[in-house]
C-alpha cells in the first residue's frame, strides 16, 4: 500500500486523515514499522556501529534486513504502487523527477551519515525506540528535531 498525504495540506507531515479507516491503516503500518526496526535490530545502536564498521568487527547481519525490505517492497513498488495514479487514500501520487546531485544534496547526506555513524541511531529507528526508555536516544530525538528546525530556518534564507 502506499500512502501519500495532501502536500498542502496545514497538518504534520502533510497527512491529513480523513476518516477511522485511514487512520487504522496509518497506525496498522506504524506498528509494523516500528516491530520491524526493533525485531530486526535496526533500532539497537550497538547493532548498526557494528555494521556501519566495516573495517573493525564488521557485523554484516543488517545487510539481510536491507535486502529483505527489498525482496518486499520491490515487487509491492511494480505490482501495487507504479500502476497507479492515486494512493490508497486518493491523494495524486506524485514521484520526485529530479536527478540533481547539488550541494544541498551531498551536504545533507554527509551531515546525515556523519551523524548516523557517530551514534548508530537514524530517525526511523530512533523513533521507534521512543518506549525503551534509552536516554541517548531521546536526546537524540530531541537534537534532531533542534537540527531539522535550524536547517528550515536555515534555508528559509
Known sequence: MYFYGDSHANSFGGVVMKNAKQIAIVMFSGVLFGMGMVISGMADPEKVIGFLDITGAWDPSLA???GGALAVFIPAYL???KPRSKSVFGDEIICP???VIDKRLVGGAALFGIGWGLLGVCPGPAV???LTGNVQVLIF???MLVGSFTAKKVLQR
Open 64 to 66: 539481510f534486513v536491507m
Open 79 to 81: 505490482l501495487l504502487i
Open 97 to 99: 523527477t529530479s536527478k
Open 128 to 130: 521507534a525506540s521512543i
Open 141 to 143: 530525538i530531541a537534537a
